[in-house]
C-alpha cells in the first residue's frame, strides 16, 4: 500500500514537473540534438580527408586544378603535425561543401512546400501531430545516416536522407509551432525575457553538448555518438505525446474557399492598404531587415565549419568542443546581461537592432582577420549582441499588427525563414567552394557588407517609429473587421545559433 502510494506521488510530481518546464526540456533536448547532428559535416569532411582519391581522369583534373591554382604560398599553408597535405585538405573542403550544396539544394523546394502546408493546416493537423512528425523526420535522417556509416554507402543517400526529412517541414515548422507555444504561455511585456532566457538555457545545453561531443569523437568516434543523438530525439517525441497537451480548436473543418482565404491572409499580411502609413512603414521597414539579416548570418555561419578547419586554425575535435563551449557559456551570460540593459535604459527596439549589426559587423571583420587562436576567443565577446533582430523582430510585428492577423505574420516570416535558409545553405557552401582557393574569408566580407543593410533599415525605423506622429494611426485605408483568429496570439522565435562542432580526427568509424 505505501509503495503504491509513493508511486503514485512520484507520478504525480514528474508529470507536474514536465507540465511545468515542458517548454524548457523541449528546448534542451532539441538543442542536444542539433548540436549532435552538426557533427555529420565533421564525419563527411573527415570521410574525404581519409578516402583514398581514384586517379580518375575527373579527380586528375580536379587535383591539377588545386595544384595549379594555388599559389606557392598557400602550397605551404598547410595544418602544422599532420600528415595530410594542402592539397588534400582543400580537396576534402571542396568535396564536403559542394556535397552540402546538393544536399540543400534538393531538399530546398520540398521544405519550402511542406512548412507551408504544414504552417496552414497546423489547426487541422494539431500543434502535438505537427510537432512529433518534424521530430519523426529527424530520426528517419539519422537512421539514414547511420545505415552511411555503417555499410559505406554512397553520397547519394545523404541527399535521400535530407529530402525525406523536408517532406516533415524540418527545424522550421518545430520552431514555428513552439513559437506558438511560448507566446501563449508568456504575458506580452515578459515575452522578450523569456525569449533570451530560452536562448540562454539552449546555449547552456549547447556548451555540455560541445565539450562532450568533442572528446567523443576524438576518442571514440562517430557512432556511439549519433544512436544517442537518435535515442534523444525519440526521448522528445515521448515526452511530447505523454506531456503536452492538444491545443483545442473551435474549427473542426475548413471549406476550400477558406483555406484559399487563409492563403491570402498570409500572403497579403504586410500589404501597405491594410493599416496605416506608420504602421506599414514599421512592418516593412522590420520585414526587410529581418531578410537581410538572415542573409547576412548565412554568409557567416554555413562556411564557419570549413573555417574552422583551414589553416590556420586547424583544429581538431576537441579544441573546437573547447571553442564552442566557452562560446556557448558566454553568450548565454552576455547575451540576457545585454536585454536586460538595454531594457532597462529603456531603449527603443530598432536602437536595440543598430547595436546588434554594428556588432555583427565588428566580428564579421575580426573573424575574418583573426590568425590566432586566442583571436578567435576575444571575438565570442562581441558575438552574444549580434543576434537580437532576429527575436526583436517578433515583438515589432505583435505590437503593431491586430491580434487576428499576429499568426498570419509569424507564418510568412516562418516561411521566408525557410526559404531563405534553404537556398542561402546550398549558396554560401557553393560560394565557399569556389572562393576557398583564393580567399578563404570571402564570405565573411559579404557577411560584413549585407549586415550594413539591416543597420541602415533599422536607422530609418528609428525616425520613422519617433518622427511620424501617431495620428497618422486615424488615415485607415483599408481595416478587416477583427475576427476570432484560427489561432491566438502567437509567439517570437528563439534563435538557436549554434555552431557545428568539428574537426579532423583519425578514427572515423
Not at 581514384?54 to 586544378?65: E, G, K, Q, R, V
Request: with cysteine; charged share 10%; hydrophobic share 40%.
Amino acid at each position: 500500500m505505501t509503495i503504491s502510494i509513493s508511486c503514485l506521488w512520484c507520478r504525480r510530481r514528474l508529470r507536474s514537473f514536465f507540465s511545468t518546464y515542458l517548454i524548457e526540456i523541449i528546448y534542451s533536448l532539441q538543442t542536444l540534438y542539433g548540436c549532435l547532428a552538426y557533427t555529420i559535416g565533421q564525419y563527411i569532411y573527415d570521410y574525404y580527408l581519409h578516402s583514398h582519391i581514384p586517379l580518375s581522369s575527373d579527380n586528375i583534373s580536379t587535383n591539377f586544378t588545386l595544384i595549379t591554382t594555388l599559389s606557392s604560398s598557400q602550397l605551404h599553408k598547410q595544418c602544422p603535425q599532420t600528415e595530410y597535405s594542402a592539397i588534400q585538405q582543400e580537396f576534402a573542403q571542396k568535396k564536403s561543401s559542394n556535397l552540402f550544396f546538393w544536399q540543400n539544394l534538393l531538399s530546398s523546394p520540398v521544405t519550402i512546400i511542406m512548412t507551408y502546408l504544414l504552417g496552414l493546416y497546423t489547426n487541422q493537423l494539431g500543434r502535438k501531430f505537427v510537432l512529433t512528425l518534424t521530430m519523426v523526420g529527424n530520426c528517419i535522417q539519422y537512421s539514414i545516416w547511420l545505415l552511411i556509416i555503417y555499410f559505406h554507402l554512397s553520397d547519394t543517400y545523404y541527399h535521400v536522407a535530407a529530402v525525406l526529412a523536408s517532406l516533415t517541414g524540418g527545424g522550421n515548422v518545430s520552431g514555428f509551432i513552439l513559437n506558438l507555444w511560448i507566446v501563449e504561455s508568456t504575458v506580452e511585456s515578459k515575452r522578450s525575457s523569456r525569449f533570451v532566457q530560452l536562448g540562454a538555457l539552449s546555449t547552456i545545453a549547447s556548451a555540455i553538448a560541445s565539450v562532450t561531443s568533442g572528446y567523443w569523437i576524438e576518442y571514440r568516434g562517430y557512432t556511439d555518438m549519433y544512436w544517442t543523438a537518435l535515442f534523444l530525439q525519440l526521448l522528445c517525441i515521448g515526452i511530447i505525446i505523454l506531456f503536452m497537451k492538444p491545443k483545442s480548436s473551435t474549427v473542426t473543418s475548413h471549406t476550400t474557399s477558406t483555406s484559399h482565404q487563409k492563403l491570402s491572409d498570409i500572403i497579403t499580411v504586410f500589404y501597405p492598404k491594410r493599416r496605416t502609413r506608420k504602421k506599414s512603414l514599421i512592418l516593412l521597414l522590420t520585414l526587410f531587415a529581418y531578410i537581410f539579416h538572415v542573409i547576412a548570418n548565412l554568409s557567416f555561419g554555413v562556411p564557419f565549419l570549413w573555417y574552422q578547419l583551414n589553416y590556420p586554425f586547424c583544429w581538431s575535435s576537441r579544441q573546437i568542443g573547447y571553442y564552442n563551449t566557452t562560446q556557448s557559456v558566454i553568450w548565454s551570460v552576455l547575451s540576457v546581461v545585454g536585454i536586460e540593459l538595454f531594457t532597462m535604459l529603456k531603449w527603443h527596439d530598432s536602437s536595440i537592432c543598430c547595436i546588434s549589426h554594428l556588432c555583427f559587423i565588428i566580428s564579421a571583420l575580426w573573424t575574418s582577420y583573426a590568425k590566432y587562436d586566442w583571436h578567435l576567443y576575444i571575438g565570442l565577446f562581441i558575438s552574444p549582441f549580434t543576434l537580437y533582430q532576429g527575436t526583436i523582430i517578433y515583438t515589432l510585428i505583435s505590437k503593431v499588427l491586430e491580434p487576428n492577423e499576429i499568426n498570419d505574420a509569424y507564418t510568412f516570416i516562418t516561411e521566408t525563414s525557410t526559404i531563405l535558409n534553404a537556398f542561402g545553405n546550398s549558396f554560401f557552401n557553393y560560394l565557399y567552394s569556389i572562393t576557398v582557393t583564393y580567399s578563404r574569408v570571402f564570405t565573411l566580407y559579404v557577411a560584413a557588407i549585407v549586415a550594413i543593410i539591416p543597420f541602415l533599415l533599422n536607422v530609418c525605423l528609428f525616425f520613422v517609429t519617433k518622427n511620424i506622429p501617431d495620428e497618422l494611426d486615424d488615415k485607415v485605408t483599408e481595416r478587416k473587421p477583427l475576427l476570432l483568429p484560427d489561432n491566438p496570439l502567437q509567439a517570437p522565435d528563439v534563435t538557436l545559433f549554434v555552431k557545428p562542432v568539428s574537426g579532423p580526427r583519425r578514427n572515423q568509424r
